[in-house]
């Protein structure tokens, strides 16, 4: 399994793939536009080829695009929806111009009725339509805060079902501890794992948002923390990463950055989980 993190653009993309080669990422996530906010920065064609020359040089592979946040897939109002669509059509555009593997997009915000999961199965058929794959969509399981669609696999095997385009699976570990999966216990995971045998299919599963939680299990609330350091703790990561069936192609961390050290602690702690090397005790906070 190879391990990377989300990390920022800001000044330019190939900035990206300079902080993934000082940590020694295999793998990188990143957002191609402000993730809240509407306006489009231009990308120009010689930017594209500098990150594409720079990411094959570092060997990083595979490149994530998350979608930006404000697109909302399920709204039932027509003009967010178009604005929506056109947004996830430009993204997708982009990460395809980049090599981007995968595309992480969300379900959306709304009620939790057939025409909510309609809009979004439509929106992302477009776009897959005319766009790809390369890159393939993901849809991410949410932690089901406020109105978020797609805490349950459920919903995400109806989408995908409806949308008829091929699309796979990422799962947020720390999503779906707030989504009610005590992934703390041998239990958890079996059950998470069987949902998703059960809608997506283990096959759709190609990438992993490695992340502790901050909040406990069933909270409904999504805040991502240090592996190790969170309610989910070493031994449930450790369970999940370990479990036969789980076969991504890579985890992604999207832990915060308080300090310089945090993704370095970070790293370790998830090559130390996926060699099954002894678990290493927390840091003392300081
Ligand atoms: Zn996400
Ligand atoms: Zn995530």
Redesign the pocket.
Known sequence: MRLGFHLSIAGSLRRAVYQAQVLGCQALQIFVQNPRGWKWRPVAPAEIREFTRARRQAGLGPLVV?LGYLPNLASPDPALLALSCERLSRELSLARDLAADYL?V?PGHGDLSEASFQRVARALAQAVAAIGPPPLVLL?N?AGQGRELGWRFEHLARIITLSTVPLGL?L?TA?AYGAGFDLASPGGVARLLADIARGPGLPALKLI?LNDSRQPCNSRRDRHWHLGQGAIGLTGLRHLLSHPWLRPEAAIM?TPKRHQGDEWYNLLVARSLVAGLPLLPPPVEA
């Open positions: 998350h992480v969300h991410e949410t990422c947020d999503h948002h999207e």
